[in-house]
């Protein structure tokens, strides 16, 4: 049974930084790959980033240059480092994990980015 454990969110001012961090059950040897989406008001949930476990990113277009993708294997932890935000990243970000077990959404953590 895989759980996930999801922080790091909360409001920031634009142009800031912010880490968001989840913490899986599992080891990284049962994980094929980890990743965030987002869901803005009113808007669909969108890929933000992924890692597969041979190592392999991929970012939306939006975020490329901005945000990184990273993960501890010891801690069996995915971070996502967030630089220069802007209002129209203000979202609910979901940690997503596919393992041998299927896949798993964790409960979302609130990311406002305001003056």
């Known amino acids: 049974q895989v759980q996930l454990v999801e922080s790091g969110g909360g409001l920031v001012q634009p142009g800031g930084s912010l880490r968001l961090s989840c913490a899986a059950s599992?080891?990284?040897?049962?994980?094929?790959?980890m990743g965030w989406y987002r869901q803005a008001p009113g808007k669909e949930r969108e890929l933000v980033a992924t890692?597969?476990?041979?190592?392999?990113?991929n970012y939306a277009d939006s975020v490329k240059g901005r945000f990184t993708i990273s993960r501890d294997n010891a801690k069996k932890t995915v971070y996502l480092q967030m630089n220069s935000l802007n209002p129209a990243d203000t979202a609910v970000y979901y940690c997503?994990?596919?393992?041998?077990?299927?896949?798993?959404w964790g409960k979302g953590t609130l990311v406002t980015v305001s003056s």
């Open positions: 997503n994990v596919n393992s041998v077990y299927g896949i798993k």
């Open positions: 599992v080891s990284i040897s049962s994980i094929n790959a």
């Open positions: 890692i597969t476990s041979g190592g392999s990113l």
